[in-house]
């Protein structure tokens, strides 16, 4: 993702004083379905909202609604009445309120407002009451959210409301698929796969990858480090060593007109001569970073890209085996400089323990 080209979009988007994100993707996110509407010009679109299993279970009874929506003139207002919610702390403790999203199929989000059951004596937009917000999407899918405060920039996975088809037949639909992105894989199910947490119990000497996809204003991140369930081994410290010498040989061979895939070549032949890696590195060395959360420069075998000043991207090299009990991978995200590359994290690398 070249700078010049984020600053223009985020200077689009901050003047028309509407705040977006995007969700990265990721084979191992969780995902909801749902049903995403493009609003034709001029035209008020009728729109049932309903509640999901996770509402149901929350509230003890179905939550429903109805949206009234309109597009013109490049933005959608959206006018919508809703009842039925109990206390957002009945999903988990970490919650207090709910929040209205909008989310296209291409993945960006707009956190719309907030919802307040009535008699909070905090926020004056009341579940029951009309409640009136616009966005700039024209297709997109409705969604409410538990959320620990109403400011957050991506939503929950906490989805307890979502719509259903238009009422009137002829407005387009597709369907949409929303993923909650990030990699929790830990001990032998990390070695060749990630995904969301499951309910398998974390064992004694376990590694724990924690891979994490955030994502504020349109712009896409991707960090990584790994945690020792308990104190490492030998060969678990050996092997953290080895990667983390990879990703300082990455960092050190990358500057303006350098090909993604001599650093990729690198990395592999690096972490194969070491023996504690068994010659398990199986990905990508790293990927560039923009609107989505991969993008070129793509740092695989015979990748064309060549890095340019300005480039943002990611370097997460890693090994994987039975004898470490899961995988090492380290990740930090960078900017091309003229002279090379700068660190755009400050957060301590390290085999940290749980």
């Given at each position: 993702?070249?700078?010049?080209?984020?600053?223009?979009?985020?200077?689009?988007?901050?003047?028309?004083?509407?705040?977006?994100?995007?969700?990265?993707?990721?084979?191992?996110?969780?995902?909801?379905?749902?049903?995403?509407?493009?609003?034709?010009?001029?035209?008020?679109?009728?729109?049932?909202?309903?509640?999901?299993?996770?509402?149901?279970?929350?509230?003890?009874?179905?939550?429903?609604?109805?949206?009234?929506?309109?597009?013109?003139?490049?933005?959608?207002?959206?006018?919508?009445?809703?009842?039925?919610?109990?206390?957002?702390?009945?999903?988990?403790?970490?919650?207090?309120?709910?929040?209205?999203?909008?989310?296209?199929?291409?993945?960006?989000?707009?956190?719309?407002?907030?919802?307040?059951?009535?008699?909070?004596?905090?926020?004056?937009?009341?579940?029951?009451?009309?409640?009136?917000?616009?966005?700039?999407?024209?297709?997109?899918?409705?969604?409410?959210?538990?959320?620990?405060?109403?400011?957050?920039?991506?939503?929950?996975?906490?989805?307890?409301?979502?719509?259903?088809?238009?009422?009137?037949?002829?407005?387009?639909?597709?369907?949409?698929?929303?993923?909650?992105?990030?990699?929790?894989?830990?001990?032998?199910?990390?070695?060749?796969?990630?995904?969301?947490?499951?309910?398998?119990?974390?064992?004694?000497?376990?590694?724990?990858?924690?891979?994490?996809?955030?994502?504020?204003?349109?712009?896409?991140?991707?960090?990584?480090?790994?945690?020792?369930?308990?104190?490492?081994?030998?060969?678990?410290?050996?092997?953290?060593?080895?990667?983390?010498?990879?990703?300082?040989?990455?960092?050190?061979?990358?500057?303006?007109?350098?090909?993604?895939?001599?650093?990729?070549?690198?990395?592999?032949?690096?972490?194969?001569?070491?023996?504690?890696?068994?010659?398990?590195?199986?990905?990508?060395?790293?990927?560039?970073l923009g609107y989505g959360g991969h993008e070129a420069p793509r740092i695989i075998p015979g990748s064309e890209d060549v890095f340019e000043e300005g480039d943002v991207f990611t370097l997460e090299p890693g090994v994987y085996t039975k004898g470490l009990q899961g995988g090492?991978?380290?990740?930090?995200?960078?900017?091309?400089?003229?002279?090379?590359?700068?660190?755009?994290?400050?957060?301590?690398?390290?085999?940290?323990?749980?």
């Amino acid at each position: 993702m070249r700078l010049k080209s984020l600053l223009l979009v985020l200077s689009i988007i901050l003047l028309l004083g509407l705040p977006a994100a995007t969700f990265a993707q990721s084979g191992g996110d969780v995902t909801f379905d749902t049903v995403a509407i493009t609003y034709p010009d001029g035209k008020e679109v009728k729109v049932e909202l309903t509640g999901t299993e996770l509402g149901l279970k929350a509230s003890g009874k179905a939550i429903s609604g109805k949206a009234t929506i309109e597009h013109s003139k490049g933005v959608t207002v959206i006018s919508l009445r809703i009842g039925g919610f109990s206390p957002a702390a009945r999903l988990g403790s970490q919650y207090t309120t709910y929040v209205l999203w909008a989310v296209t199929p291409e993945g960006q989000v707009q956190n719309l407002g907030e919802f307040r059951r009535r008699g909070s004596d905090t926020f004056d937009t009341w579940i029951g009451t009309p409640f009136k917000t616009a966005t700039q999407f024209q297709t997109f899918s409705l969604i409410i959210t538990a959320e620990p405060y109403s400011m957050v920039q991506s939503p929950s996975r906490t989805i307890i409301v979502s719509n259903r088809p238009p009422l009137e037949r002829g407005i387009p639909t597709e369907q949409s698929t929303i993923s909650f992105a990030g990699d929790f894989a830990c001990g032998e199910r990390g070695i060749s796969a990630g995904g969301p947490p499951t309910r398998r119990e974390i064992l004694p000497g376990d590694l724990y990858i924690l891979d994490i996809f955030p994502a504020v204003r349109l712009y896409c991140a991707d960090t990584c480090r790994t945690f020792a369930v308990t104190e490492p081994t030998d060969r678990q410290q050996q092997a953290w060593e080895a990667v983390m010498q990879a990703v300082q040989m990455a960092e050190n061979m990358i500057k303006p007109g350098v090909r993604a895939r001599d650093v990729y070549k690198a990395v592999k032949e690096f972490l194969d001569s070491q023996q504690v890696s068994e010659k398990s590195f199986w990905h990508h060395a790293g990927h560039g970073l923009g609107y989505g959360g991969h993008e070129a420069p793509r740092i695989i075998p015979g990748s064309e890209d060549v890095f340019e000043e300005g480039d943002v991207f990611t370097l997460e090299p890693g090994v994987y085996t039975k004898g470490l009990q899961g995988g090492i991978r380290l990740e930090d995200n960078y900017v091309v400089r003229a002279q090379g590359i700068e660190d755009l994290f400050n957060f301590p690398w390290g085999l940290w323990t749980a």
